[in-house]
C-alpha cells in the first residue's frame, strides 16, 4: 500500500510540474480545473499495468489533445513543447538512475535494505529538482516569443527528436528492468558510466540547441526591424514628398483663385454663359487633383491613400475609407504608413487573386474610444486560411507592439479583416 501511493503522490508531482512548465512555455492559458482534470487523467494512465513505453506514449499524447484542444495551440509548436517537457524529465530521472547505479557499486553491500528505500526516495526528489531547475532556466532565458519564429520550430524539433529517442532507448534498455542492482566493475565503466556521460551530454545539448533558436529568433526580429526601417526610409521620402508637392499646388490654386473668380465674373457680365461654365470646368478638372477621396486629417497618409486608391482601381477593387486620425497623435506618420502600405498592399493582393467574377472590394475604417485607436482593414477574400505571415504583417504587429497594442485576423470564406490596436495615450 505504501509503495503504490509512493509511486502514485510522486507520478502525480511529476506530471504536474510538466504541465505547469508546459503552461508557461507556450503561454496557456485554460481554466484551472481543465488543467487539473488532464493532470489527474495523466496520473491515473501512469498507474495502468501497461510498459513504461506504452504510458509515455499515452501520456504526450494527452498532452498533445490538451494543447490543440484546450489551449488551441499550432500542432507543431505544440509538438516541439511537447518533446521538450517529457524529454528533460526523463533525462534528469536518466541522469540519477545512471547515478544510483554508480553509487549502489561502492556502498550497496553495507546495507541493501537501507541503499534501496534512501536511494528511491532521494534520487525521486533529486531527479524532480533537476528537472525543476531546468525548467526554471528555460522560462528564464529562453522565453518562446510567440509566432516570430515559427519558421525555425522543424529546423530544431530534428536535435531534440533524436535526443528524445535516444533517452527513451536508455531508459527502456537499461533502467526500466533492472532485475538486480549488483554489479560487476566491467559492467559500472562500460554501460552505467557511459549512460550517465550520455545523459548529462543530453542535458546540455538541449540548452545548446535553445540557445541557437533564441539567437535564430533574435536574428529574425533583427531582420523585422532593418526591414521596418528600410520601409520608413521610404515612405518617408515617399509620401512626404508629394504631401509638400499638394501642399505647393493647393497653395498656388490658392493664390491664383482671385484670378479665376475676376475672370468668371467677366464672362458672367458679359454673359457668356458657354465660355463662363468651360472655364468652371476647368477649374474643377483643376482643383480636383488638390482634394483628396477620403481624407484622414493626415496629410502624408492622404497622399498614401490616394496612391493606393488610384493602384486598387486600376485592378478593379473598389475601396472605401471612413478612416481619422485624431491630432494630436503620439503614433508617428511613419509608423502609421507602415501599417496601412502593409494592410493595403496585403489586401490588393488578396482581392487580386479571387475570381473576376466576385466581387473585390477594401473597407478601411478607424474607431478611436479614449486612450484607444482601432484601425480595421477589411477585403474580399477566397477562403484559403492558410495564408503565410510574411514580412509586411510582421512589421504591422511590431509596430503594434510598440505602442503596447495589438493584432487580430478574422476571416470567413469571403472575407479577411486585420484589426490593429494602438494606445495613443501620452503618458
Given amino acids: 500500500m505504501f509503495t503504490f501511493l509512493y509511486f502514485y503522490i510522486t507520478g502525480f508531482i511529476e506530471i504536474s510540474i510538466q504541465f505547469i512548465f508546459f503552461n508557461k512555455q507556450i503561454h496557456g492559458s485554460a481554466k484551472k480545473y481543465q488543467t487539473i482534470a488532464f493532470i489527474i487523467l495523466s496520473s491515473l494512465v501512469s498507474q495502468l499495468p501497461l510498459s513504461t513505453l506504452i504510458k509515455l506514449l499515452l501520456f504526450t499524447a494527452i498532452l498533445l489533445i490538451y494543447s490543440t484542444w484546450i489551449l488551441k495551440v499550432n500542432i507543431k509548436l505544440a509538438i516541439l513543447y511537447i518533446l521538450l517537457t517529457v524529454e528533460i524529465m526523463q533525462l534528469c530521472y536518466g541522469v540519477f538512475n545512471s547515478i544510483s547505479m554508480i553509487a549502489s557499486f561502492f556502498i550497496y553491500h553495507l546495507n541493501p535494505l537501507l541503499f534501496s528505500s534512501v536511494f528511491m526516495i532521494t534520487g525521486e526528489l533529486l531527479s524532480l529538482t533537476l528537472a525543476v531547475l531546468c525548467y526554471q532556466i528555460i522560462n528564464k532565458y529562453m522565453n518562446h516569443k510567440e509566432n516570430t519564429q515559427n519558421q525555425y520550430i522543424l529546423m530544431i524539433m530534428i536535435p531534440l527528436l533524436m535526443i528524445f529517442i535516444v533517452s527513451g532507448y536508455i531508459h527502456f534498455t537499461f533502467y526500466e528492468n533492472i532485475q538486480s542492482i549488483k554489479l560487476t566493475f566491467s559492467i559500472l565503466t562500460k554501460t552505467h558510466i557511459p549512460m550517465l556521460i550520455i545523459q548529462i551530454l ?12 533564441q539567437k535564430l529568433t533574435d536574428s529574425f526580429l533583427l531582420h523585422t526591424k532593418l526591414s521596418m526601417l528600410t520601409q520608413q526610409t521610404h515612405f518617408q521620402r515617399q509620401y512626404v514628398k508629394e504631401a509638400w508637392a499638394h501642399y505647393t499646388n493647393t497653395k498656388a490654386l490658392r493664390h491664383d483663385m482671385k484670378n479665376h ?3 468668371i465674373k467677366g464672362l458672367l457680365e458679359k454673359q457668356d454663359f458657354l465660355k463662363a461654365k468651360a472655364y468652371i470646368e476647368e477649374l474643377n478638372i483643376a482643383t480636383a487633383t488638390t482634394v483628396f477621396h477620403f481624407p484622414t486629417n493626415n496629410p502624408i497618409l492622404d497622399v498614401l491613400l490616394e496612391n493606393k486608391i488610384a493602384l ?15 491630432s494630436p497623435c503620439i503614433v508617428n506618420d511613419m509608423d502609421f504608413c507602415i501599417i496601412l502600405s502593409n494592410a493595403l498592399d496585403n489586401a490588393i493582393n488578396a482581392c487580386d487573386n479571387i475570381n473576376a467574377e466576385k ?11 479614449q486612450d484607444f485607436l482601432l484601425i480595421e482593414i477589411e477585403n474580399s477574400f477566397d477562403g484559403n486560411t492558410h495564408f503565410k505571415e510574411g514580412i509586411g504583417l510582421s512589421n504591422i504587429k511590431w509596430i503594434a507592439q510598440k505602442y503596447d497594442g495589438t493584432i487580430e485576423i ?15 495615450s501620452p503618458h
Fill in 202 to 213: 543530453g542535458i546540455v545539448s538541449i540548452f545548446s540547441i535553445l540557445y541557437a533558436y
Fill in 261 to 263: 473668380i475676376m475672370i
Fill in 312 to 326: 486598387a482601381n486600376n485592378k478593379g477593387i473598389h475601396i472605401d475609407s471612413s478612416i481619422n486620425i485624431p
Fill in 359 to 369: 466581387k473585390k472590394y477594401i473597407h478601411i475604417s478607424s474607431h478611436k474610444q
Fill in 410 to 424: 478574422t476571416t470567413t470564406n469571403t472575407t479577411f479583416c486585420l484589426s490593429v490596436l494602438l494606445v495613443i
